[in-house]
């Protein structure tokens, strides 16, 4: 049995194997993986006997399911409209810097990727960027810096 084909029987043990399961599936993936691809996909499929197109259909829906391979750290700086007022391009400029990689880009060695998303309901203390689930605030180039520092050295 391959690794996410083992993942997916544990989680099809844990959530069950009807449609309604699907959504828990999908997101047990993220948490370990941090991305969804096609293969995933099929094994999903099968698992819960419905079609592949299907499981594609509500993984595209959601921002959060990324099809492609993620870095170990995935960066999701916030675009909307306070953190854009706040400073948000500063901050993206940091951080472009800081990985030498593009916005939407994933750093060589697999370790970040980064990625804009939608507002995270930190707009007060904004800009606001997410390090797979962990938030950070008030966001300024040299913060992003440390903050890295730490990432980088396995602080966290
Ligand atoms: S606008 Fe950035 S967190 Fe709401």
Redesign the pocket.
């Known amino acids: 049995m391959t690794k996410i084909e083992q993942l997916v029987n544990d989680l099809t043990g844990k959530y069950g194997k009807e449609r309604k399961s699907l959504m828990p599936i999908l997101q047990g993936i993220v948490k370990e993986k941090r991305y969804v691809d096609n293969t995933d996909m099929v094994h999903i499929a099968r698992a819960l006997d419905i079609s592949a197109a299907d499981v594609y259909g509500v993984a595209s829906f959601y921002s959060f399911i990324e099809n492609n391979e993620m870095g170990k750290y995935v960066i999701r700086i916030?675009k909307?409209?306070?953190?854009?007022m706040k400073g948000?391009h500063k901050i993206l400029k940091a951080l472009e810097e800081e990985l030498r990689i593009k916005l939407g880009e994933t750093t060589h060695n697999k370790r970040f990727t980064l990625l804009e998303t939608n507002?995270?309901?930190?707009?007060d203390v904004?800009?606001?960027m997410l390090i797979n689930e962990e938030p950070y605030t008030k966001l300024t180039p040299e913060k992003v810096h440390e903050i890295l520092v730490d990432y980088r050295n396995e602080v966290k």
């Open positions: 916030c909307s409209i306070t953190c854009e948000k507002c995270l309901g930190l707009c904004g800009p606001a």
